[in-house]
């Protein structure tokens, strides 16, 4: 009765339908990648996780399955909200009608420590914003412009202000990058080592703010002076947090089958880095990012 049935929609059915025989399907890559993405969406994911992990460090390098796996991987521990706008998600030719930036580069990249148990998934887009204006016009030096091309070796070079203009004229755009950093093994740090470890050094100076109390977040803003002449310096705002498994794949799962109350803890870090003179705008990004926590 199976006879017209394409091969690949057979295992499909075994593997939905006859998970306790799953062990006796062929392994091939594709059936390996259904398996993972099945046990995820069955509320096993971090066994799901274990071997879609295990068929990209292989050597399976399919990018249809790469990206499945990342975006699989992000949905499932960042459920999209509809008050919110996850921009790295969101393809780069679909705008999004609650944000008003859009991004103009997006990547995501899998990493796994050797000693790693599980690895680290990077989330990351960047927009590009105009620059406000920030001069306080002082005025032009008053020149003959009367044959200028003609006599331009004689004319007195461009003053402090009008210099200072044309930069402001020549440098108008800067780029906003957004990070999110999911990861499944080191959360046994504090998290001010865990973030530390990362930091250490990079900033001249560094407070903190009060996003995410519900999840004890450490919320970092960063300040870097710039060494190159007309720049201010550099932002960046670092929101470290964990969350139970249980709590963020609850209700996932066959009802006949709970989800084990799992200590398991995944931990996230959000960051947005930018010059300073755009930095209002990479914080309407960061919170906007952080709704859909």
Known sequence: MWRGI???????????????????VPQNSETVWLRGVKLM??????????????????????????????????????????????????????????????????????????????PCFQYGATFVYRKPYRLVFLGLVAQDATGALLHFQTLQPPSPAQRILSAEFEDREDAAECNVYVDLDDTQSPLTDYVARRINGEYDSISSANDLPRYHALSLRCYRRSCYAGKQGDFAAYIVFDRPLSDLVKGSGPKSHPLRKSVQKIGFTVAVRSGVEIQVFAEEKLQSMLRAF
């Open 6 to 24: 394409p091969h690949g929609l057979l295992l499909w059915v075994v593997l939905l339908f006859l998970s306790p025989c799953a062990a006796n």
């Open 41 to 118: 969406g069955a509320g096993e994911v971090l066994e799901g996780i274990r071997l879609l992990d295990s068929l990209r460090m292989a050597g399976f390098a399919d990018s249809l399955f790469l990206s499945d796996y990342a975006s699989s991987v992000f949905h499932t521990f960042v459920p999209q909200k509809m008050d919110s706008c996850v921009a790295f998600l969101q393809n780069a030719s679909t705008r999004p009608v609650c944000d008003s930036a859009y991004p103009d580069r997006i990547s995501w990249k899998v990493t796994k420590a050797v000693r790693s148990l599980y």
